[in-house]
């Protein structure tokens, strides 16, 4: 079983639609958990942290549950822009030099 | 401006040539770090430094070598590559592991697409 799991999509949804995305990690003892979008190959940029409280950001959602082991990510009101691939990554126990655990990736396609 | 660049950004290399990647950061990070993606395996770190002169292996070390001489830079070396080493590596940067793991950014630089044939 892979440390941290997402489902690749894609998902096609139309503009101003709502889309959530799940992700899965096997450590319960993980500390810190990350979303970050990748455009088409290009280097992978940190959206947002997420934190054990929950934390928005505009139109950006991200939950932390950690009895069921899982963070997800909600955009509300997609736009075109924000197609891309979105990644979770997870830092295990005791820091682990700072190595971040990626899902594969859950890819987005936002249409007119 | 403050950023992650890499060289070569693209590559397309034989088997058994010696070939160096190089990483440089202008953001004084101490935590530097290589990833490569493929499809299907996300991004696996290769090899991550502390600091200077601190070094250690990632989840996909065998067939890589690395330096941290400099603060600023971090090269990947590959010695003799060979055909499954062909993938798309991201170099990072951030001010520490605990920065990282405090939940702040980890910054990539744009890449190199290696092939070797």
């Known amino acids: 079983?892979?440390?941290v799991?997402?489902?690749p999509g894609p998902f096609n949804v139309p503009e101003g639609a709502t889309v959530a995305f799940n992700c899965t990690y096997s450590n319960s003892a993980s500390q810190s958990f990350f979303w970050y979008r990748q455009d088409c190959r290009k280097e992978p940029k940190l959206l947002m942290s997420v934190y054990s409280s929950g934390n928005e950001d505009g139109r950006f959602t991200a939950q932390l549950n950690r009895a069921s082991q899982y963070i997800s990510l909600l955009i509300r009101d997609s736009k075109l822009s924000d197609s891309a691939t979105y990644l979770c990554a997870v830092i295990g126990a005791y820091?682990?030099?700072?190595?971040?655990i990626f899902g594969q990736g859950t890819e987005?396609?936002?249409k007119p | 401006e403050a950023q992650v660049t890499q060289n070569p950004r693209y590559l397309i290399t034989v088997t058994g040539k010696k070939?160096?990647?190089?990483?440089s950061q202008n953001m004084?990070?101490?935590y530097m770090s290589w990833y490569r993606?493929?499809?299907g395996l996300g991004l696996r770190q290769i090899y991550y430094s502390m600091n200077v002169e601190v070094t250690d292996k990632g989840d996909v070390p065998e067939g890589y070598k690395v330096s941290r001489k400099e603060k600023r830079n971090f090269p990947l070396i590959l010695e003799s590559p060979s055909p499954n080493q062909t993938s798309l590596y991201f170099c990072a940067s951030s001010l520490?592991?605990?920065e990282i793991a405090g939940g702040n950014e980890q910054f990539f630089g744009p890449g190199t697409r290696l092939t070797v044939l």
């Open chain 2, 19 to 23: 070939l160096t990647v190089t990483c």
């Open chain 1, 108 to 110: 987005l396609s936002v």
């Open chain 1, 5 to 7: 799991e997402q489902d």
């Open chain 2, 37 to 39: 993606q493929d499809p």
């Open chain 1, 1 to 3: 079983r892979k440390e």
């Open chain 1, 95 to 100: 820091n682990q030099g700072g190595k971040l």
């Open chain 2, 28 to 30: 004084n990070h101490e």
């Open chain 2, 96 to 98: 520490s592991s605990w």
